[in-house]
T-cell receptor, first 113, second 109 residues
Framework: NAGVMQNPRHLVRRRGQEARLRCSPM?????VYWYRQLPEEGLKFMVY????????ESGMPKERFSAEFPKEGPSILRIQQVVRGDSAAYFC???????????FGSGTRLTVV | TQLLEQSPQFLSIQEGENLTVYCNSS?????LQWYRQEPGEGPVLLVT?????EVKKLKRLTFQFGDARKDSSLHITAAQPGDTGLYLC?????????FGKGTHLIIQP
């Protein structure tokens, strides 16, 4: 009964490259949430998806960032043309229902050099 | 925007001592959750409180939801080094689930 699986655990990208972060939710969970964490800012909500639909993307920058949760396969957070300020830990969480507690993955630590 | 203030930001105490950390807001939440996060890992859900005044116990941890559902506290009795971590509260409201910045707790042996 695997938990939320995120990969890669660590990702290094040069400025201007693309970063693709993957998240497989817990079995039976159809609600996926992406958060970004910086030491001085805490966990910041980015986007909430349910299979094939973006429910709330109010926390995600409108440029360069996109997210998807296809019918088959993991949820993907995509960052195009990365900049140094994108360096952070990105966490994915899932829940069986929107009001339930979240199960978090171990995160992807993105470093932009 | 719903904001959650956690205090203290940092706390370092000796093994065996008791401690309380706080989570406060001016907003009302339908429920409040506490998570613990260890370095290099994601947060792990400890408890969800729903009813104003509700008290939940998890071994040496006692969680309380304020009567007005705007604040919460976490009390740890006889702290142990294994309790070390970042404790996050998260309130569910109109804006979804909002996290505080956390209390960094270190229990020294």
């Amino acid at each position: 009964n695997a938990g939320v699986m995120q990969n890669p655990r660590h990702l290094v990208r040069r400025r201007g490259q693309e970063a693709r972060l993957r998240c497989s939710p817990m079995k039976g969970h159809s609600h996926v949430y992406w958060y970004r964490q910086l030491p001085e800012e805490g966990l910041k909500f980015m986007v909430y998806l349910q299979k094939e639909n973006i429910i709330d993307e109010s926390g995600m920058p409108k440029e360069r960032f996109s997210a998807e949760f296809p019918k088959e396969g993991p949820s993907i957070l995509r960052i195009q043309q990365v900049v140094r300020g994108d360096s952070a830990a990105y966490f994915c969480a899932s829940s069986p229902l929107p009001g339930d507690g979240y199960t978090f993955g171990s995160g992807t630590r993105l470093t932009v050099v | 925007t719903q904001l959650l203030e956690q205090s203290p930001q940092f706390l370092s105490i000796q093994e065996g001592e008791n401690l309380t950390v706080y989570c406060n807001s001016s907003s009302v939440f339908s429920s409040l959750q506490w998570y613990r996060q260890e370095p290099g890992e994601g947060p792990v859900l400890l408890v969800t409180v729903v009813t104003g005044g509700e008290v939940k116990k998890l071994k040496r941890l006692t969680f309380q939801f304020g009567d007005a559902r705007k604040d919460s506290s976490l009390h740890i009795t006889a702290a142990q080094p294994g309790d070390t971590g970042l404790y996050l509260c998260a309130g569910r409201g109109a804006d979804g689930l909002t996290f505080g910045k956390g209390t960094h707790l270190i229990i020294q042996p």
